[in-house]
């Protein structure tokens, strides 16, 4: 059975995909990713089959959302304490429209014959992956950076993408993108 690995995102503009790329220490063990590479994941759903995919995207495009602001700022790590394994930038806190949003993308999911992903939504940018990296090699960058501030992006699609695994790193491909309604 043909599948595809799948995850649903908010995509940047180019503009601040191009700013959080030149924030790169280039400390020893970050893997920084291409601005092309960096999103905003509301859910990863793994291998799907293709009858699957079909009706998850019949769910997507049925989901009623308006166009929201959302802000980019602060730095930090996956885990917070400890070794690092994840370099990030946050999305501020409290944003009713985005959970509502990764709440609907969820049940979508779910009626498509998903399992549901249980592991609690801490939305966030990826911008380095960390191999062997101390907590504190990272520290003087995210104190130099503590208040970090990209601005407000305005969100008005999400898409449905596929992850191909290449040993240059992952490449994404837009499936599908949805609008406000």
């Given amino acids: 059975m043909n599948t595809k690995r799948l995850f649903v995102s908010l995509e940047l503009p180019h503009s601040i995909t191009q700013h959080l790329a030149e924030l790169d220490p280039h400390l020893r063990g970050l893997r920084w990713l291409a601005p092309e590479q960096m999103h905003l994941t509301l859910s990863f759903l793994g291998n799907v089959p293709g009858d699957i995919e079909e009706a998850l995207k019949k769910n997507l495009e049925a989901i009623a ?79 130099a950076h503590a208040a970090f501030d990209a601005g407000m992006i305005h969100v008005e699609s999400f898409c449905l993408n596929s992850s191909a695994l290449t040993p240059a790193g992952s490449v994404y491909t837009a499936e599908l993108i949805i609008r406000p309604k």
Avoid: Y
């Avoid at 602060?74 to 959970?99: A, Y």
């Avoid at 779910?110 to 939305?123: K, T, V, Y």
């Fill in 65 to 143: 959302w308006k166009a929201f602001f959302l802000p980019i700022s602060g730095l930090g790590t996956f885990p917070g304490k400890g070794r690092p394994n994840i370099l990030w930038v946050g999305v501020g806190t409290g944003h009713p429209h985005l959970f509502q949003l990764h709440k609907r993308v969820q049940e979508a999911a779910i009626h498509a014959g998903l399992e549901p992903d249980l592991r609690s939504f801490h939305p966030h940018i990826t911008l380095a992956r960390c191999r062997d990296v101390s907590a504190e090699s990272v520290r003087p960058f995210l104190r």
